[in-house]
């Protein structure tokens, strides 16, 4: 190996695997136990046919497909592992759709309610298993994203009623819905809405004269 300087551009090394002499930027680097980071013995193209062959064998297949089929649910097991990729989906997420980011997975577990339970729904939350009282990041308000100060732990469920309205939309929403199952229950039809509100709403429709197309027959020239 020769040791990674300011001096090793251009310098030639030979790859020990296809045994062609290549510059020392076609080598990946690798950091021994004395803190030296050298170039590796094995070209960049060595390295990716020999991931790409081994990775196709069945064997190692079949073990990796059932490593990442279980990997999430490692994770969501878990206090601290869901807060390590709620942060990491979170962080793609903002940077996909240009949102403001700059939690930790610090400040995402200093919000997590210690007694494990929604504060919006006083209902306990669930790990392990899918479920709509799974823990979830919240932006108490998402115009100002992902920042700290502006984010809580509540269940998914009560995120994805809460979604982007406002606590003033959230209490009509909910005054309604308690109105609305009062007039159900009672045996009303159509509850949700007023016969006497869209009666005055909607114009009758005025008979107008009927129009009819005339088609005349002109000889051709």
Known sequence: ???????????????????????????????????????????????????????????IRA??????????????????????????????RSRSKGIAFNITVADILAVFPEDCVCPAL????????????????DRIRPELGYIVGNI???SMRANL????????????????????RALAESGATRPWRDPASSAALVAPRQAGPMKREILLDLPRG
């Open 1 to 59: 190996m020769i040791a990674l300087s300011d001096t090793t551009a251009g310098l030639l090394q030979r790859c020990q695997t296809c045994g062609e002499e290549k510059v020392v930027e076609a080598f990946t680097h690798a950091t021994g136990r004395d803190g030296i980071t050298r170039y590796r013995y094995e070209c960049k193209v060595c390295t990716a046919t020999w991931k790409r062959n081994h990775l196709a064998k069945p064997d």
């Open 161 to 180: 009623i809460k979604q982007d309205a406002s606590a003033e939309e959230l209490r009509q929403v909910a005054s309604w819905t308690e109105e609305a």
């Open 122 to 137: 006083g209902r306990p939350l669930e790990f392990g298993r899918r479920s709509s009282m799974n823990p979830s990041l």
């Open 152 to 154: 809580a732990i509540i």
């Open 63 to 92: 073990k990796n497909r059932v490593y990442w089929n279980n990997y999430g649910k490692r994770l969501r097991t878990t206090r601290e592992g869901w807060a390590r990729a709620c942060f990491k989906a979170c962080k793609c």
